[in-house]
């Protein structure tokens, strides 16, 4: 297997690192890239939910010094392991450009193991510190407030609506915890494909799609929206054994997420300190940017050395997580105000990441 020779824009993964720290000219960027230069990125995790596990491997192809000319290419040639301290072992298999993925039944994350990833290019060995599933205490709620933030339009300023996303949980107050959040996301959305039209003769006619008579069976859809990490790391260093209320994350109130029904799955990871301050420092740098009081960044360290030459730079970070979620639902009518609707007049299930098939935990 050889690298694709199709260079790539940033995959989602490398874009959350490269953006946090480059989406200003405020700051000084907290990684120098010489033209000639290019480091591996590298990001895997395991948990104790069921695996499969996915790991990314891929190059920086930088054209110059302009971080916004960074693109990536996939390493497909990569051997992928995770190992666990009791000799117990798997080599990813690759899926795709760059990802590689354990089997179903293979290496399963567990609860007070530890375990390290190791990455091997050609004569080079790129391994992960070791990294141990902690427990990690239940999410008491998930709850929502509407927000508004302004948004500005040449000299207009205009009101946005937003929700906003919490927690709340108690830390245990035994242990030394470090949380990050991720949430997945089920949107429901309604089309109107009995309006569907086509042109004959200059005219345009209405032609109902034939799923949607007698009874629709395209109208209703339900959209995948992936599982996502909005970058808001804690530590309980000041709040040891006491609630916890964070907010997580927000969306923007549009038919992107509030068609008609939104399902969120909050993901409550716990990490270990070097993930912890990995994640940290990219959000406190994704923050100062937007300020017009920035500091000087510092370097963003990996918890992934080259072991032939621990000098060499490379991004990204290998983690080991307990996991516990929890669910909420929100109508667009619970919002109490007009959502923007895209009123599509189509067969639903042409929506990327779209089912006709209610999910099975769907609550109407």
């Known amino acids: ?19 946090a720290v480059t ?7 907290p990684f120098e890239i010489e033209e000639e230069e290019s480091q591996y990125v590298i990001y895997g995790e395991i948990t104790d939910r069921s695996g499969p ?36 072992s798997e080599q990813l298999n690759p899926v795709s ?13 567990m609860l007070n193991q ?33 927000t508004y933030r302004k948004s500005f339009v040449g000299e207009t300023i205009n009101e946005v ?39 004959q003769n200059g005219m345009r006619i209405i032609s109902p799609l034939p799923c949607s008579v007698p009874f629709c069976e395209c109208c209703d859809c339900w959209i995948d929206k992936g599982t996502k990490n ?31 029904k939104l399902y969120v799955n909050v993901l409550q990871h716990s990490i270990n300190q070097d993930v912890y301050a990995f994640w940290k420092l990219i959000a406190d740098q994704e923050e100062s940017e937007s300020t017009l009081f920035a500091v000087p960044s510092a370097q963003i360290e990996s918890n992934i050395k080259n072991i032939n030459n621990e000098n060499e730079l490379v991004w990204g970070i290998f983690s080991a997580s307990s996991v516990v979620e929890k669910s909420i639902f929100i109508d667009r ?32």
């Open 114 to 146: 530890s375990y390290f990833l190791t990455v091997e290019i050609g004569e080079n060995i790129y391994q992960s510190s070791i990294q141990t599933i902690k427990p990690v205490p239940e999410i008491d709620t998930v709850y929502y407030e509407l």
């Open 97 to 109: 450009p760059g990802k590689y993925r354990t089997s179903p039944n293979g290496i399963a994350g």
């Open 53 to 88: 596990y996915n790991v990314e491997v891929y190059k920086t192809v930088p054209f110059n010094n302009s971080i916004g000319n960074i693109a990536t290419t996939a390493v497909n040639s990569a051997i992928v392991t995770i190992s666990d301290l009791a000799g117990r």
């Open 23 to 29: 989406s200003s000219c405020i700051t000084e960027i």
């Open 333 to 364: 009518n619970e919002l109490g105000i007009r959502v923007p609707s895209d009123s599509i007049k189509d067969d639903c299930s042409k929506i990327p990441g779209s089912t006709n098939q209610k999910p099975s935990f769907w609550i109407d």
């Open 1 to 19: 297997m050889t690298n694709t020779p199709n260079i790539r824009t940033l995959t989602p993964i490398i874009a959350l690192i490269f953006s």
């Open 230 to 260: 909005p970058l808001v790391p804690l530590s309980d260093q000041y709040v040891n054994g006491n609630l916890i209320n964070s907010q997580i994350f927000s969306l923007p109130v549009n038919a992107n997420y509030f068609d008609s």
């Open 161 to 199: 609506p937003y929700v906003d996303f919490y927690v709340e949980l108690v830390d245990k107050q035994e242990e030394q915890n470090y949380y990050l959040w991720k949430w997945e996301g089920v949107a429901q959305v309604k089309t109107f494909p009995e309006l569907y039209s086509t042109v």
